[in-house]
């Protein structure tokens, strides 16, 4: 895949398909127990898919929260393992936010695991302030880290 060639296109629920298929591959871990279909069959509008060359390059599942409306909520994004560190990332984020401003929701938010060292410094670099460790968030023994970030 050539960084140079990629282009960006809203989301389609099919697309949970070719997404699931790799997500475990990308992680190099079990994951796609955290991307359920439903996520796609109900955000796929405001989600995005990034494509090269026909296949998928990466992608970013986030919806308007529909109970605090200020609020945007990223779930999950991911990126060809091929193409981490050419800024595709960066430009998913940013088309999220672009679509959470023109939407008049200036906050932003997302979760991660505590020993994501990854993420964690991703978000920071990308201005997302980051909560310590909040114990049990997703039930015992699930211990989450909040970002927030302020269009």
């Given at each position: 895949?050539?960084?140079?060639?990629?282009?960006?296109?809203?989301?389609?629920?099919?697309?949970?398909?070719?997404?699931?298929?790799?997500?475990?591959?990308?992680?190099?871990?079990?994951?796609?127990?955290?991307?359920?279909?439903?996520?796609?069959?109900?955000f796929f509008a405001t989600s995005t898919i990034a494509e090269s060359d026909g296949e998928l390059a990466?992608?970013?599942?986030?919806?308007?929260?529909?109970?605090?409306?200020?609020?945007?909520?990223?779930?999950?994004?991911?990126?060809?393992?091929?193409?981490?560190?050419?800024?595709?990332?960066?430009?998913?984020?940013?088309?999220?936010?672009?679509?959470?401003?023109?939407?008049?929701?200036?906050?932003?938010?997302?979760?991660?695991?505590?020993?994501?060292?990854?993420?964690?410094?991703?978000?920071?670099?990308?201005?997302?302030?980051?909560?310590?460790?909040?114990?049990?968030?997703?039930?015992?023994?699930?211990?989450?880290?909040?970002?927030?970030?302020?269009?």
């Amino acid at each position: 895949m050539n960084p140079e060639d990629i282009t960006l296109r809203t989301a389609a629920a099919a697309d949970y398909d070719q997404i699931i298929a790799v997500v475990d591959e990308w992680w190099g871990r079990p994951i796609r127990h955290a991307l359920a279909r439903v996520f796609l069959d109900h955000f796929f509008a405001t989600s995005t898919i990034a494509e090269s060359d026909g296949e998928l390059a990466g992608f970013l599942i986030g919806f308007l929260s529909p109970s605090e409306p200020d609020a945007a909520y990223i779930h999950f994004v991911g990126v060809h393992p091929s193409l981490r560190g050419h800024g595709l990332a960066r430009i998913l984020y940013e088309r999220f936010f672009a679509l959470a401003g023109a939407n008049g929701r200036p906050v932003v938010t997302a979760i991660t695991a505590p020993r994501n060292a990854g993420s964690i410094a991703f978000h920071t670099a990308l201005g997302f302030t980051v909560t310590p460790p909040i114990p049990d968030y997703d039930g015992e023994g699930s211990a989450k880290v909040l970002f927030q970030r302020r269009l």
